[in-house]
């Protein structure tokens, strides 16, 4: 099942266990796999070509939205991100982890390039 296409959305205490975080993977049809973010600098803004959602298990930080604006993270909350959103992950200061729910099957590092915002199939 494809997301809605739209901007991205964070979900504040979206989750409190891994099996509702599961649970939501199964519904909306995701590949689940797990991605641990050291300390990294903000990323320029981008959108990936696949619909993705990130579960914050440990750790805060916060993401920039469309407009640039920064919205925090914290254990709990999901990022759901539908294929051409554009957003950034912001500077990382300490380690967080989360479950990354993705549409297709693949190694999660080889999906989910940085592509121009310019190009986004939601600027269309």
């Known amino acids: 099942m494809a997301l809605e296409p739209?901007?991205?959305?964070?979900?504040?205490?979206?989750?409190?266990?891994?099996?509702?975080?599961?649970?939501?993977?199964?519904?909306?049809?995701?590949?689940?796999?797990?991605?641990?973010?050291?300390?990294m600098d903000e990323l320029p803004p981008h959108w990936h070509d696949i619909d993705n959602c990130g579960y914050v298990m440990e750790g805060s930080g916060y993401v920039l939205n469309e407009k640039g604006e920064k919205v925090p993270l914290s254990a709990g909350d999901k990022l759901h991100i539908?294929?051409?959103?554009?957003?950034?992950?912001g500077t990382v200061t300490e380690r967080m982890v989360?479950?990354?729910?993705?549409?297709?099957?693949?190694?999660?590092?080889?999906?989910?390039?940085?592509?121009?915002?310019?190009d986004s199939p939601l600027n269309q």
Do not use: C
């Open 82 to 89: 539908p294929r051409g959103a554009i957003h950034a992950e």
């Open 6 to 39: 739209g901007p991205m959305q964070v979900i504040h205490n979206f989750h409190t266990t891994k099996e509702e975080v599961l649970d939501d993977i199964k519904k909306l049809d995701l590949w689940p796999t797990v991605y641990v973010s050291g300390r």
């Open 98 to 118: 989360y479950i990354v729910g993705i549409s297709v099957p693949e190694n999660l590092f080889e999906v989910l390039s940085l592509l121009d915002p310019k």
